[in-house]
Each structure stands twice: as C-alpha cells, then as structure tokens.
C-alpha cells in the first residue's frame, strides 16, 4: 500500500501560506501562485493585522505574505514584530507597493526574510514563496546595500547622540526642551527659578555644544539627534 504525502516521510510537505492583504485583487494574486505551485498551498486569507495574528496563533503558516498599509490601527511592521517577538517560526514576505530606502530597511529590521513589490507577477511571487519558505532571504543586492548603509547611518548617529549628550548637563537639558516649547529667556527664567543672566550662559553654551547659532538651529539639531522630542 502507497503512503500519502502526509505521512511518507520522504515527500516534502508543501509550504502553508497564509495572505495579509486588504486589496481582494492582491489576494487572488497570491492564491494563483499558491494554487498552481507545487510545494505551496493556502492556509489562509486576512484583511487587517489583527486578524493576521489570530490567523498566525490558529493556522501556524509556514510563511506569511505581508502588506505593510493595512486598515485598522495594526500596520504590517506592526504584525511582522509582533509575529518575531511571540516566538512564532513563520517566514515572513512582504508584499508592498512602497520601496522607498527607509521602508525597505525597516521592513528587514522588523525580522522580514523578503521582500518584492506589489507589481510582482504571479511567476515571480510563486518564486519568492518557496525561497522564503525554503529558508532563502529573497533581497535583492541594491536592498541589501540600502539595509547595510542604513544600519550605518543608525550606528553613526547613535554615536554622535553619545558624544553630544555627553557633554551637556542635566540643566542645559532641560533649558533646552523648554526653548523648543517656544519659552523665552526670560520664561525660562522664571519657571527655573534662575536669573536671566544665568539662563544665557547656559544657552550660549547650548548653542557652542551644538554647533548652532540660534535657538532655531538648536532645537532642530537636538531633535534630529533625538536628544528632545517636538510636540
């Protein structure tokens, strides 16, 4: 008597997939490349991101096919971090219609192992489902020089954050979130309870730290090191 693929050990088992796409057009993209693949088969299809993690608790998909705008408060970085972090074993391939440098970076620093746009054809998906599903990270080399470059900006700007708050005290700090609240020396002053004198020596010693030659200027460069947060 013949085994079935399920339970003969040397048939491999087709790669369960499961769709997170709002578009019904995308979808039935995915289900072609799935339904006329061997090796691939669906396991499901959501709309949003929370029924994407339910799906992912009650189906365990092989890989998950994963649009980045989504309806509902969950967006696909969102989904994909929160698969990687529940210890789920899914791979994860998104499926976007943006390919813009930061997007490509965070997709791979949210745990995605590919990544193709939503213009991809039917052949080309099918393709990117068994590699991902195989264990292949589907990156083209320019995505992967994109990820490279950005984790080195990151790495550069975290050092300069470093040096800079480094050298500025806890009261320069704090002079300094309120001038990006728009306070003036004298306002600053007052709530301090110091003398405006004080005040600015501390903000000309903010502005030389800084590299800035105006309150303005200031504001924008600790912002950008992430050292204030503007409201």
């Known amino acids: ?73 969950l967006q696909g970085l969102d ?27 965070e997709s791979i620093r949210a745990g995605a192992d590919g990544f193709l746009e939503k213009t991809a054809g039917v052949r080309f998906i099918a393709d990117a489902l068994l590699r991902v599903a195989a264990g292949e990270r589907v990156f083209t080399p320019e995505q992967e020089r994109i990820a490279v470059e950005e984790l ?3 790495a550069r700007q975290a050092r300069e954050v470093s040096g800079v708050r480094a050298t500025l005290t806890d009261r320069e700090i704090e002079i300094l979130e309120l ?19 004080t005040v600015e020596t501390h903000v000309a010693k903010l502005y030389r730290k800084l590299g800035a030659r105006n309150r303005v200027q200031a504001v924008s460069r600790a912002a950008s090191l992430g050292l204030i947060e503007l409201s």
């Open 1 to 73: 008597m013949s085994m079935s693929a399920e339970t003969d050990p040397g048939v491999a088992q087709a790669a369960r997939v499961l769709v997170v796409e709002d578009h019904p057009v995308l979808r039935g993209v995915v289900r072609l490349a799935c339904e006329h693949t061997p090796g691939l088969e669906l396991a499901g299809e959501v709309e949003d991101g929370r029924q994407a993690l339910d799906a992912v608790g009650r189906l365990h998909p092989d890989v998950v096919v994963l649009d980045l705008s989504l309806p509902g408060e």
């Open 79 to 105: 989904v994909a971090r929160r698969i990687r972090a529940d210890g789920e074993g899914a791979r994860i391939l998104i499926l976007t219609g943006r390919n813009d440098e930061r997007t490509v970076f």
């Open 152 to 154: 080195g900006r990151l």
């Open 179 to 197: 001038l990006a609240l728009g306070f003036t020396v004298k306002q600053v002053a007052t709530r301090l309870r110091l003398s405006p004198r």
